[in-house]
T-cell receptor, first 110, second 116 residues
Framework: SQKIEQNSEALNIQEGKTATLTCNYT??????LQWYRQDPGRGPVFLLLIRENEKEKRKERLKVTFDTTLKQSLFHITASQPADSATYLCALINDYKLSFGAGTTVTVRA | DAGVIQSPRHEVTEMGQEVTLRCKPISGHNSLFWYRQTMMRGLELLIY??????IDDSGMPEDRFSAKMPNASFSTLKIQPSEPRDSAVYFC???WGQGVGADTQYFGPGTRLTVL
């Protein structure tokens, strides 16, 4: 069966450190992968898209990698800030359909 | 732009009652999605419309659920009769494009439904 797993339900880190989140999938062949941020009581907000033929994508303090051989994406938040505290969701894309992981909640301590 | 608008934001109802959730997509977007989010199952796609036509309703749980999109600026998700297990946050999302899914989906704030 198809499965998307994101690492540990919660990640607590010190301000200024790098947070690394993992998204592993099985029985999917996604052409694209997206990462979203979700704050409590709000809908997910798009952050980054990476294509299957791209190894790495960056946006400001965010970096995403995509390894289709390992079936894994890594999401990095560098120089983390308390404002980065949120739940981060990975989503695999086939055609129009997004399939989401359960999310990883990140808490950045000042 | 006001973004995707959903109403109501919160709904509390009793088992057996009809519930109607509403969504106004971003103007100009031609695709609309309804999702449901629960702790147990995460975020799941219920139905996808393109140009007001339902394309994929395979995620709709059962016949108690129905969705319509009478025009490009309005969609409803109806549950009749509602059951406690329908309690969840329901999100509407819209985007421009109909091809491969690289296009960004914009999510509304969600409707938190509680069925007693």
């Amino acid at each position: 069966s198809q499965k998307i797993e994101q690492n540990s339900e919660a990640l607590n880190i010190q301000e200024g450190k790098t947070a690394t989140l993992t998204c592993n999938y099985t029985n999917y062949s996604p052409a694209y992968l997206q990462w979203y941020r979700q704050d409590p009581g709000r809908g997910p907000v798009f952050l980054l898209l990476i294509r299957e033929n791209e190894k790495e994508k960056r946006k400001e303090r965010l970096k995403v990698t995509f390894d289709t051989t390992l079936k894994q994406s890594l999401f990095h938040i560098t120089a983390s800030q308390p404002a980065d505290s949120a739940t981060y969701l990975c989503a695999l894309i086939n055609d129009y359909k997004l399939s989401f992981g359960a999310g990883t909640t990140v808490t950045v301590r000042a | 732009d006001a973004g995707v608008i959903q109403s109501p934001r919160h709904e509390v109802t009793e088992m057996g009652q009809e519930v109607t959730l509403r969504c106004k997509p971003i103007s100009g977007h031609n695709s609309l999605f309804w999702y449901r989010q629960t702790m147990m199952r995460g975020l799941e796609l219920l139905i996808y419309f393109n140009n007001n036509v339902p394309i994929d309703d395979s995620g709709m749980p059962e016949d108690r659920f129905s969705a319509k999109m009478p025009n490009a600026s309005f969609s409803t998700l109806k549950i009749q009769p509602s059951e406690p297990r329908d309690s969840a946050v329901y999100f509407c999302a819209s985007r421009w494009g109909q091809g491969v899914g690289a296009d960004t989906q914009y999510f509304g704030p969600g409707t938190r439904l509680t069925v007693l």
